[in-house]
């Protein structure tokens, strides 16, 4: 823990939000708890989509620039109100303030909105954030999310499936010790296999339908697929997207032709899950 503490890439700061999402949004920064929530409104609002969504940043780095640029072209996609949550970052807090945030900010959008009509998004640390707070409304028995969209999930801290190793030298992002580390810090001394830390090891019924985005040039691939397996064996019903050659969180790059077919993708799974 104390090596992680010390991690020098912590930053809990948020980028400043682009002009450009601003012309495409009204926007409203509210608070809760001390951490920033954006509630973003499509000026042309075509949809009752409520999408709550999780950045990335291996638990210890806040919202950057591609993560607003993301949000911007799915916001102009679905016309859906996306919330996005600046929720607490190790190694100020650990796993245990995020999911308690993660609790009252999830049953204040309760108050105004239906579980049906919310859309649960994470890119990376956020993926794995969202997998593992669904499961946590199951074992609590609260209302779920419609379903739960997954860019580059980070299910395992651990970073202990055989097949890393043969992926590592593909990645040009992602390295296995400095993940590591993140993600002792964010299990603040608990197990990092925990299932509020590493959701692969939680349990995978009742979950609303999931959809997982994956290139397989991603150091967190083989987790992916552990997941698709996992879910088979369950019955519990997924889409998979695999993307050949492409990299950790490539749909943020917004630019890119494969993450311009990413949002069309997410907006027609969104507009489909309503019918």
């Not at 708890?33 to 409520?50: D, F």
């Not at 945030?101 to 309760?110: A, E, G, Q």
């Not at 028995?141 to 395992?156: E, T």
């Amino acid at each position: 823990m104390e090596k992680a503490i010390r991690f020098k890439k912590f930053v809990d700061d948020p980028a400043p939000m682009p002009g450009h999402v601003k012309e495409i949004c009204e926007i409203e920064k509210r608070e809760m708890a001390g951490r920033a929530v954006w509630y973003l409104e499509p000026k042309v609002k075509s949809s009752k989509n409520i999408l709550l969504y999780l950045h990335g940043g291996a638990y210890i780095k806040n919202m950057l620039s591609f993560h607003w640029d993301l949000i911007g072209e799915i916001s102009r996609e679905t016309g859906a109100l996306i919330v996005v949550a600046d929720y607490p970052l190790a190694p100020k807090a650990t796993f245990l303030d995020t999911y308690a945030f993660m609790d009252s900010l999830y049953m204040n959008l309760l108050k105004i909105y239906q579980a049906e009509d919310i859309v649960m998004m994470g890119d990376s640390a956020g993926g794995g954030l969202a997998l593992g707070f669904a499961q946590k409304l199951i074992q609590n028995n609260k209302p779920l999310p419609r379903q739960l969209i997954l860019l580059s999930p980070w299910l395992d801290v651990t970073m202990s499936h055989p097949e890393i190793i043969e992926i590592q030298p593909k990645d040009k992002m992602l390295g296995v010790k400095g993940l590591e580390l993140c993600g002792l810090a964010y299990a603040g001394g608990a197990d990092p296999k925990n299932p509020w830390i590493s959701p692969i090891y939680g349990k995978m019924e009742g979950l609303p339908v999931i959809s997982i985005f994956m290139g397989t040039h991603d150091l967190l691939w083989p987790d992916a697929k552990k997941l698709c397996a996992l879910l088979d064996k369950q019955g519990t019903p997924y889409n998979y997207f695999e993307y050949p050659g492409m990299f950790h969180v490539w749909m943020a790059i917004t630019a890119l032709n494969e993450s311009k077919v990413v949002v069309r993708q997410i907006g027609d799974l969104i507009k489909n899950s309503r019918k």
